[in-house]
Each structure stands twice: as C-alpha cells, then as structure tokens.
C-alpha cells in the first residue's frame, strides 16, 4: 500500500528525478489540482506487468522496445505532416521576432500502403531530446516505437473524411496522442494533430531544425491567454485544412503531399478533442470557432471565455481518477452552460498520463525510466495499460462518429460491460 502524496507539478508529466521536472501544465488554479492530489491505494506490478506483455522482449543489451497496438478499423492509415506559418501573426513565444509558425501531424485512412514504410513515433532528434530532457535517461537508452501509419501513402478518396482536430498538453507533443489517432483514422477520420511551437516539447521542422518548450515565455502569460494563444494556432490549422481541401498546398515549403489527401477532407465535419492543457484548448476552439462541431476534454482545466459561456454544441468530458478538486470545481461550473449533448465520464484506475502513449510506453521501458512506484501510479493510475487506451479508442471513436456521421451508439447511455473501466457520471 503507498501513502498519500502531494505533488506541485499540476497536469505535469514530471520525471520522478526532482531537478528540472517536465510540466504540462500551469500554475494559479493548477496548482490546487497538484496539491490535493492523492495516490491510489493498490499496487502498480499487475499494470506495469500487463504493459511489458504488450511488448516482446529486446536482446539481451540492447535497449528496451517500446510498442503501441495497433488500430483495429477496417482502413489502413497513412502520415504526414504539415509545416505552417502564418506571416500575419507574430510568435509572441519566439526567441526572436518571427511570424507564428506551427508543425501539424496528420493521420488519415489510406488507399495503398505498399511501398510506405510505417513511420517512427517521433524522428530521431525529437526522442533524443525527450529522454535527455524529459525522462532524464541517456540518450538512445529507449527503442521507441515504429507506429502503424505509413509514410505519405495515398488517402483513400471514395468519400471525404471528417476531420479530427488534436491538440497536447503543455510540454507534450503531437505524438503523444498516436493510439487514439491511428484508431480514429483506421474508422475513416482525419486527425490533425498540431504542435503548440515553444509549447510543445519538441518539434524537429525542415532542415533539422529543432525547437523546444520555452517555459518561461509561455508562463509569461496568463492561463486564459494561453489557451486563446493556442486556440488561435488550431485556427490557422483549421484555416490551412480548408485551403487543402479546396486544392492549394498550404505547406510552408511546398513539399508535395500525399496524392488524394486534399480529396480526403471534409472541412465541413470537424471536431476536436485534446489532452490536459490540450482539453482547455478544445474547449476554447469550440467556444470560438463554429466550423467546430463537437468537442471532447481529456482530464483537462477550463480557461478563459468558454469556461462559463453557454455552448450547444457536443462536449464529452473525459476525467482520470486523479483526485482534482480544481478540475471538478471548473467542470461543475461549466456544466449548466453545455446546452446541447453533454456526457462525463471517468476512466478508473487512471491518472493524468493515461490518456496519452505514455500510459503503454512509460511501463515498457520502465527498466530504463526507473520512476519510482508512486510516481508511476500517480500518473498512470493502477489499471492495465492496454484495456485503458482499448476502452478511449471505442469511446472517442463512438463520440466522433455519433456527431460527425450521425451513427449511433449505446456507449454513453449506460455502462458497458465489454469497456467496465469507464464510469457513467453525468
């Protein structure tokens, strides 16, 4: 049995090694969150067992191989990824003067996958710099994992595909949400995943040029201003998805995209959702946006303009069990002014990184992570890692297919005895 903890990196992926800890998060009423948080009472070895299952195991010396499962709609999924600017807009996080200038990750369901191999989670300089500077382990010490989307392959173009709009958690990446993505692509979606630049923890642009998380410039300012700072980066993505759709390559370099990819969008069927300070970013985006049809809120706070407007359209909050008095307090708020469809849940046995890759990922290499037992419980909750990403894949698949193709589903109108780690709140 652990006892009770108090931690102060609130909605934070902090590496268990106290010195210069990794944030996804904010301060002010993040804070609250952080320090009322407690551990679960059971054992992490059941979880942490199941999750190295999932993986077959690496050579003897060489560094432990990190997998993700794969997708199980009926499609192939293919990958790219955009580079955008946009020379309106100054970067206000920038270390010199500069327009606002942002990486999208994009999955989509592929017509033919051959001859396109299947892509890294991350390229090398990106996971290169999120051990050293995230996990604080050697570089190279992780054999991260080859995802199950292939590398420019061809959108599949009998139909147009709705589009799923993506946003991470502060000091994440866009990466970090790949499980749920490759699902929701293999079921027919459009994910676009965006990178927050200099919120993000990592992004590699063209040439091998690498920025990193500036932490001090975006805690410059305000949560609420955060959060419209990055509604404004999913704006633009939104923006430059159209143009796409319309025919125009929107790509900064105008590198050639995957044939048919411009036929596979409808830019009329969009949602979002997003994870942490990525679910306060949804929930803006929604808020400001009405291209935007619904969306959903991965354990995430509420700031800003949407944090007590009404708003009809769908929302689903998606909780971890994290005791987060601060979240529920935000949530409890917003609840009267969701006029429209409006579900909570809870994924139990969790915590706040459940709901990334690193709910699997983080177990698996945890010879060479070596967080300590209440730090991985703390984040990753108790319950198996695998059953804990199967059960958010049917339910954000359900979700998004429910308000952006009208199919229906029983998921959220009573508990589901092939998914029981999800709880029916409200």
């Known amino acids: 049995m652990t006892t009770p903890h108090t931690v102060t990196t609130p909605y934070a992926a902090a590496a268990p090694h106290t010195a210069a800890a990794p944030q996804f998060g904010r301060r002010s009423a993040l804070a609250a969150l ?247 970013t949804t929930a803006q985006a929604l808020h400001d946006d009405p291209r935007i049809r619904a969306g959903a809120v991965l354990d995430g706070p509420l700031f800003g303009t949407c944090a007590t407007a009404d708003q009809p359209r769908p929302l689903l909050l998606m909780a971890s069990t994290w005791a987060s008095p601060a979240r529920d307090a935000m949530w409890d708020t917003l609840w009267p002014h969701l006029t429209g469809w409006r579900r909570r849940l809870t994924l139990t046995r969790s915590g706040h990184l459940s709901y990334t890759d690193l709910q699997l990922l983080v177990p698996q290499g945890q010879d060479v992570i070596a967080w300590p037992a209440d730090q991985l419980e703390h984040f990753l909750g108790t319950g198996d890692p695998l059953r804990a990403v199967t059960a958010q894949r049917a339910y954000l698949t359900a979700y998004f297919q429910l308000h952006l193709r009208r199919r229906p589903t029983t998921l959220f109108d009573a508990p589901s005895p092939h998914y029981p780690e999800i709880t029916l709140d409200a």
Not at 37 to 54: H, M, S, V, Y
Not at 188 to 199: E, I, L, Q, S, W
Not at 244 to 269: E, K, M, N, V
């Open 34 to 280: 952080a320090a009322t948080a407690l551990l679960a009472a059971a054992g992490t070895a059941p979880a942490r067992a199941a999750a190295r299952a999932a993986a077959p195991p690496s050579p003897p010396g060489r560094p432990p191989r990190l997998m993700l499962p794969a997708p199980t709609g009926p499609h192939p999924v293919g990958t790219t990824t955009l580079h955008l600017v946009d020379p309106a807009r100054p970067d206000r996080w920038a270390p010199t003067p500069r327009p606002r200038e942002l990486r999208t990750r994009l999955w989509y369901p592929a017509a033919r996958v051959a001859g396109h191999p299947r892509a890294p989670w991350m390229s090398p300089a990106e996971t290169a710099h999120l051990e050293t500077a995230y996990f604080q382990v050697p570089a190279a010490g992780l054999d991260w994992p080859t995802t199950h989307a292939h590398a420019d392959a061809p959108a599949e173009t009998s139909c147009r595909h709705p589009v799923v709009l993506n946003s991470h958690g502060s000091g994440g990446d866009s990466a970090f949400n790949t499980a749920l993505a490759e699902e929701l692509a293999s079921h027919g979606h459009v994910v676009a995943a965006v990178d927050h630049t200099f919120d993000a923890g990592e992004i590699e642009f063209p040439g091998h040029r690498l920025e990193v998380r500036d932490k001090a410039a975006v805690q410059a300012m305000t949560d609420a201003d955060i959060v419209a700072y990055r509604a404004a980066d999913v704006r633009l993505v939104l923006d430059r998805l159209t143009d796409l759709a319309a025919g125009a390559d929107p790509d900064a370099d105008h590198r050639p995209l995957p044939a048919g990819l411009a036929q596979a969008l409808d830019p009329d069927a969009v949602a979002m959702f997003g994870h942490s300070m990525g679910g306060a």
